[in-house]
């Protein structure tokens, strides 16, 4: 703990929450700048009659069943604290990975680093083993929604087979190189050898230890469960939508659309423009009968219900953490915050 004073340390915390503020400010105008493209492409007149056409009852459990995918993985992580021995109540918790949501436009995702911060910060774990408890989150996020897409990428889109491949061939590597010690540590102690760098060799095998940990076989099958349970309960509301409009759409071309898009977005801030453009144009692609305005007014919706509520709940939930903490938030990388 430093001497920070209260008000010092207040103050330092708003800078982060005047940081965010960027960020989202830049992320709605850019998703704003990408639908109204989307809608002047379709005609704004078609797309607006189309979203009066929409039952908007159905926003409801479309709501509901994103909670339910916050919901499974905040129980992923909290049990991968828990394989790593670290001790918080859930309540707690929850309100640190709340806050996460809300970093998920950061730039390269880096605010998602908030998560293990403050995990550290309550009970004094250090970041070499939240960090990895991080990864092995997102990995196994990663996985799930392989698997989703997998079962209809042969069907709906042979050609882009290599969106699903390449992925899927790192992850197994990963997965092995992980899962041999001499492997592993000879990596580790190769980097070591570097000038400069090589002085963090000793919490990168602090680190690997920890991934070891929350990916052993046991806890892999259980977080890639939970994994696959919770991203499919977004497939399910995408689903929702398209019959909101009243097409008969099949779950199956709609679980591999949303799982299809979210990969091809994995490298964007929350996907912006990838994952939207994708879901319009593969909607348009594969759901019969649907027009441009249904098809561009679907992706928003189901944009605006989990991306985008998401980052509703992670902004009021980062707003009341960094009004409580008594140390000043501070996620830049550093041999001391490790």
Known sequence: MTSETPAKTAGQNQGLVRRFQRWLAWGLAIAC???????????????????????????????????????????????????????????????YFASGLAMVISPGKAGELLKPYLVREKTGSPMAQTIPALVSERLTDGIAMLVLAA????????????????????????????????????????????????????????????????LAPGPLVVTFLLSLVAWWAECVGYWMIFEGFGIDADLGVSTFLYAFATIAGSAMPGGLGVADGALGAGALQLVPGITEAQAVGSAILVRVATLWFGVGLGALALLKVAGTLEEPIEIESSDETL
């Not at 607006?48 to 919901?71: D, S």
């Not at 899927?168 to 992980?178: C, F, P, T």
């Open 151 to 214: 079962f209809g990428v042969a069907t709906y889109a042979s050609d882009k087979m290599h969106y699903i491949t390449i992925p899927a061939v790192l992850v197994v590597v990963g997965l092995a190189v992980l899962a041999s010690d001499k492997l592993s540590l000879g990596l580790i102690d190769l980097f070591g050898k570097i000038p400069k760098v090589g002085g963090s060799s000793g919490k990168l095998r602090e680190m690997y230890g920890a991934l070891r940990t929350c």
């Open 33 to 95: 700048a990408l639908y109204l493209a989307g809608s002047i492409y379709a005609g704004i007149d078609d797309v607006g009659q189309a979203l009066q056409t929409f039952q908007w009852w159905i926003c409801v459990p479309v709501l509901l069943l994103t909670l339910v995918n916050y919901g499974l993985r905040f129980v992923k992580w909290h049990y991968l604290l828990g394989r790593l021995g670290i001790k918080i109540d859930w309540k707690t918790d929850g309100l």
